[in-house]
């Protein structure tokens, strides 16, 4: 499929059957994820790839929508701040940006594969560093179900082009 049919066709998935994601498709989607572009291609992220069987509770630590452990599989993107790059002139680390461009990269790869996510930034990092044993300098970004949908697309509402997109100054 093209890239534009395959951004109109991703939707974020809240129903997910619970057949197991095939290994080659699994390999597809990080794969995408590593190809990412990164600031200065340090790629200063993890990708932690979580069965939900028999992790259903304290899956649900993290984020406690039922869907979110529906599917097969969760996927956590990390920051890794010590390996990004830092911009010279005031500090900023790109950590979290090249973690979350990581993500897009995921998403969209699942929905080419066929397979649902849904993008989740309302999680407890909390309970995220405890369930997934993050070190101390490591920071949760993302998380997404990946799994087959059991629901279907509704129609997504966005705002008008002209709203969005400037030209020269703001």
């Not at 093209?2 to 794969?31: H, M, N, T, W």
């Not at 939900?52 to 630590?61: A, I, P």
Request: aromatic share 8%.
């Amino acid at each position: 499929m093209d890239f534009q049919e395959l951004v109109r066709k991703r939707y974020s998935v809240r129903a997910y059957k619970p057949d197991p994601v095939e290994e080659d498709k699994l390999g597809r989607i990080l794969e995408a994820a590593r190809l990412a572009p990164t600031a200065a291609n340090r790629q200063p992220f993890r990708v932690i790839v979580i069965g939900t069987k028999g992790r259903v509770e304290e899956l649900r630590r993290v984020y406690g929508r039922d869907w979110f452990t529906q599917a097969p599989l969760v996927l956590a993107v990390c920051a890794v701040p010590a390996e990004s790059w830092v911009r010279k002139a005031d500090g900023w680390s790109a950590a979290e940006v090249d973690a979350t461009i990581a993500m897009t990269h995921i998403v969209l790869a699942a929905a080419e594969e066929g397979l649902g996510t849904c993008w989740i930034a309302a999680f407890d990092p909390k309970a995220a560093r405890e369930v997934l044993g993050l070190p101390a300098d490591v920071i949760p970004s993302a998380f997404t179900p990946l799994g087959y949908p059991a629901d279907s697309a509704s129609s997504k509402k966005r705002r008008p082009m002209a709203e969005l997109v400037l030209r020269d100054r703001w």
